[in-house]
């Protein structure tokens, strides 16, 4: 049973289009976050939702948006794709206290063409 | 600010040998965590194994064990009789109790050779 879900796994897309991923924990953690990996495997913090309320937003285009619609899901939009985008982005779930050991999706590869 | 450096961007070993993977970190806080994640080929991170910064003793799980040095803001891994299973992209990662964020290391893929 999968504990964090991230649909597609790939991804590929033509520059300009708007396209989403979705994520979905069943640990009943308070906190999810989406995490950007780039070609050379650098893990980077792009946000953090608790509780469905943005508590971390690091700097990225604005063409990037989040949604939680529940605790559970955090689905991230992104709106005119650029090549620049093409990564692997990561969910990630974990507990609200300090001891934020973070159960991780599998990833989606997203290639923009 | 926190950072958690991982200095050998790739390391190989033959496999049965044993390796240490090195990471610093720096924070200013006196609660913490460390973690080492895994990321084989699959692409999914795994954790290896964690460690709360209050406790004196090191971390073990199966061949798996760190050498958490808090003076001196070192947490390494040691990976014993390794194994081609082993092969991955390893990740040190630093948590605080003030906030949510996990602070990464760059990574070491490391690569067992047969």
């Known amino acids: 049973d999968t504990a964090v879900s991230q649909t597609p796994k790939y991804l590929v897309t033509q520059m300009g289009n708007d396209k989403s991923i979705k994520c979905e924990q069943n640990?009943?953690?308070?906190?999810m976050y989406w995490y950007k990996q780039d070609s050379k495997k650098f893990l980077k913090i792009m946000f953090s939702y608790n509780n469905k309320e943005l508590i971390i937003n690091e700097t990225v285009p604005n063409r990037f948006s989040p949604k939680s619609p529940d605790k559970a899901h955090l689905n991230l939009h992104i709106n005119s794709l650029e090549l620049g985008d093409s990564a692997v982005y990561f969910c990630?779930?974990?507990?609200?206290?300090?001891?934020?050991?973070?159960?991780f999706g599998q990833g989606t590869r997203l290639t923009v063409v | 600010a926190q950072t958690v450096t991982q200095s050998q961007p790739e390391m190989s070993v033959q496999e049965a040998e044993t390796v240490t993977l090195s990471c610093t970190y720096d924070t200013s806080e006196n609660n913490y965590y460390l973690f080492w994640y895994k990321q084989p080929p699959s692409r999914q991170m795994i954790l290896v194994i964690r460690?709360?910064?209050?406790k004196q003793q090191n971390a073990t799980e199966n061949r798996f064990s760190v050498n958490f040095q808090k003076a001196a803001k070192s947490f390494s891994l040691k990976i014993s009789d390794s194994q081609l299973g082993d092969t991955a992209m390893y990740f040190c990662?630093?948590?605080?109790?003030?906030?949510?964020?996990?602070?990464w290391g760059a990574g070491t893929k490391l690569i067992i050779k047969p």
């Open positions: 640990l009943g953690h308070d906190t």
């Open positions: 990662a630093l948590a605080m109790d003030s906030n949510y964020q996990l602070i």
């Open positions: 990630a779930s974990s507990q609200l206290t300090g001891n934020t050991e973070a159960f």
């Open positions: 460690q709360e910064a209050y």
